[in-house]
Each structure stands twice: as structure tokens, then as C-alpha cells.
């Protein structure tokens, strides 16, 4: 198994930060790497797809970039409702595996 | 726009079989898509279960692999999963979700979306 390993596992920040979260594969995933965010109670939402492909509708903010076994989420200015749990997850080979989740906490 | 809800029993007892169907609307489950469970135990991170087709093809955890079952029945726009010999560890919110592909070139990326909205099962007696 593909195993992902985020940093940092939380992180405190103030609205208008540059923030990065890191996330890397135990082995080459190309760029099959997907970003989703988290609010306490919800379902993870889809952010980042191929690693730096914005699903429609996320703010221009978020960006992701990277290949092979290290990656980066980029959230170029915080806003107040960007404050949540962020996973990364490969899509190379099942079993689809997730990061263990960076917590974005308010500063 | 699709969407995807899950239902089943809140609270099952320990050694017992784990049951949940995931309801899609607004799409057909004939579409090209994989369909997922995904799971979270309290306070922690995300697990995929397994994945099925619309032609019952299967994907499963190998973790779970002896104690899952993932079943499509297209005639009611579903598909559902069956998890044996529960324990306390197999309590979690457990999601539902489309796995979406597309082709980049000769490239195929895929991913989650969109999720249900969760529904907790409790392992307990």
C-alpha cells in the first residue's frame, strides 16, 4: 500500500496568511494526488484533482502543485472559512489512501 | 447535480453485520463512475473501503477484504455495503461518495465527488 504522510499535523494561522501544507507518497504517484477540505460535521470537500487541477467553484486561493512523491497545498491569503482539516489522498492504486489530515486552526 | 445519501442503522452489536445503502439522485448509477465508501472513525483520519461498478466489478480495502461486501442494485439507484464481525473499532461516520475520472492525454486521474453527508454507526452493546 501507498502510504501519504502530511505536515505539518496542525497548524495556526491568521486571516491573510500564505499557508502550505505538505503531503508526501511513500512511492511515485505521478500526479494522481487530490486535495479535500473538512468543517467539523461535514463531508470532506473536493478542492485540488490531479494534483493542481481547481475543482470548479473553489476559490482561486487554493492551489496545488507537485509530482512524483512530494506535494503542496497553497492557500495564498486565509480567509475565515477556510479554518479546517485539510487531506490529501492518492488515486495511483487502490487502496486509495488519505493523508492523516493537517488542522488549520485560527491564530 | 448529483447527490448521495446514506441510510442505515445508527447502533449495531458487536460481532454483528454492519449494513448501509447510499441513494443516488440526480444521476444514474450506470453512469462511468466508481462508487465508494469511505470512512472516519471519531476524531480521526479518512479510510477508503472499497469501490463497485455499475457491473458489480469490485475494489475492496485489504484491510476489510474478508469482512466486505459492496452490492449495486441499479434497478433502485443504489449500492450498498456489508461489514461483518463488527468491533468496537469499525465505529465511525461512514460516507458514501462518486468517484469521478477523467483523461489528461493518456493520463486517467480520478477522485471523490461528490460525498454524502455521513451517517454515524456505533459498535456497541
Known amino acids: 500500500d501507498i502510504q501519504m504522510t502530511q505536515s505539518p499535523s496542525s497548524l495556526s494561522a491568521s486571516v491573510g496568511d500564505r499557508v502550505t501544507i505538505t503531503c508526501r507518497a511513500s512511492q511515485s504517484i505521478s500526479s494522481y494526488l487530490n486535495w479535500y477540505q473538512q468543517k467539523p460535521g461535514k463531508a470532506p470537500k473536493l478542492l485540488i484533482y490531479a494534483a493542481s487541477s481547481l475543482q470548479s467553484g473553489v476559490p482561486s486561493r487554493f492551489s496545488g502543485s507537485g509530482s512524483g512523491t512530494d506535494f503542496t497545498l497553497t492557500i495564498s491569503s486565509l480567509q475565515p472559512e477556510d479554518f479546517a482539516t485539510y487531506y490529501c489522498?492518492?488515486?495511483?492504486?487502490?487502496?486509495f489512501g488519505f493523508g492523516q489530515g493537517t488542522r488549520l486552526e485560527i491564530k | 447535480q448529483v447527490q448521495l445519501q446514506e441510510s442505515g442503522p445508527g447502533l449495531v452489536k458487536p460481532s454483528g453485520t454492519l449494513s448501509l445503502t447510499c441513494a443516488v439522485s440526480?444521476?444514474?448509477?450506470?453512469?462511468?463512475?466508481?462508487w465508494s465508501w469511505i470512512r472516519q472513525p471519531p476524531g480521526k483520519g479518512l479510510e477508503w473501503i472499497g469501490e463497485?461498478?455499475?457491473?458489480?466489478?469490485?475494489n475492496y480495502n485489504p484491510s476489510l477484504k474478508s469482512r466486505v461486501t459492496i452490492s449495486v442494485d441499479k434497478s433502485k439507484n443504489q449500492f450498498s455495503l456489508k461489514l461483518s464481525s463488527v468491533t468496537a473499532a469499525d465505529t465511525a461516520v461512514y460516507y458514501c461518495?462518486?468517484?469521478?475520472?477523467?483523461?489528461?492525454?493518456?493520463?486517467?486521474?480520478?477522485?471523490?465527488?461528490?460525498w454524502g453527508q455521513g451517517t454515524l454507526v456505533t459498535v456497541s452493546s
Open positions: 489522498q492518492q488515486s495511483y492504486s487502490t487502496p
Open positions: 440526480g444521476g444514474s448509477i450506470s453512469s462511468s463512475n466508481w
Open positions: 463497485i461498478y455499475h457491473s458489480g466489478s469490485t
Open positions: 461518495a462518486r468517484g469521478v475520472g477523467l483523461w489528461f492525454g493518456e493520463l486517467s486521474f480520478n477522485w471523490f465527488d461528490p
